[in-house]
């Protein structure tokens, strides 16, 4: 088992930032992919954001690329996710996600076992 718990969310104006952090517990592995998806109210939940967590190969939306940036810290087992010029469209809950097997679909979310609880961020026009 593997317990995830986010952090960090809260209020921000739009053009602020927040810095997401995931901590990993129990079973981590190195051979791990730590995704970031949100989901807002009505609509499913979205990709945003993966990194290996052995090679620190991340995948980055299309969409919020340029703006969000996915790191790591081993030291700490956690995974970040820092996002930038934030928009009222980025309000959403944020969740983190684990798996050890997600191969290529790193991006589709029923590929992952693991999940946090959640984090709600909502940015005000």
């Known amino acids: 088992q593997v317990q995830l718990v986010e952090s960090g969310g809260g209020l921000v104006q739009a053009g602020g930032s927040l810095r997401l952090s995931c901590a990993a517990s129990?079973?981590?592995?190195?051979?791990?992919?730590m995704g970031w998806f949100r989901q807002a109210p009505g609509k499913d939940r979205a990709f945003l954001a993966a990194?290996?967590?052995?090679?620190?190969?991340?995948y980055v939306e299309n969409s919020v690329e340029g703006r969000f940036t996915i790191s790591r810290d081993n030291a700490k087992n956690t995974v970040y996710l820092q996002m930038n010029s934030l928009k009222p469209e980025d309000t959403a809950v944020y969740y983190c996600?684990?798996?050890?097997?997600?191969?290529?679909?790193?991006?589709?979310?029923?590929?992952?076992?693991?999940w946090g609880q959640g984090t709600q961020v909502t940015v005000s026009s």
């Open positions: 996600a684990a798996d050890v097997d997600v191969s290529s679909y790193y991006s589709v979310a029923s590929r992952y076992e693991y």
């Open positions: 129990g079973r981590t592995s190195r051979t791990y992919t």
């Open positions: 990194i290996r967590w052995s090679s620190g190969i991340t």
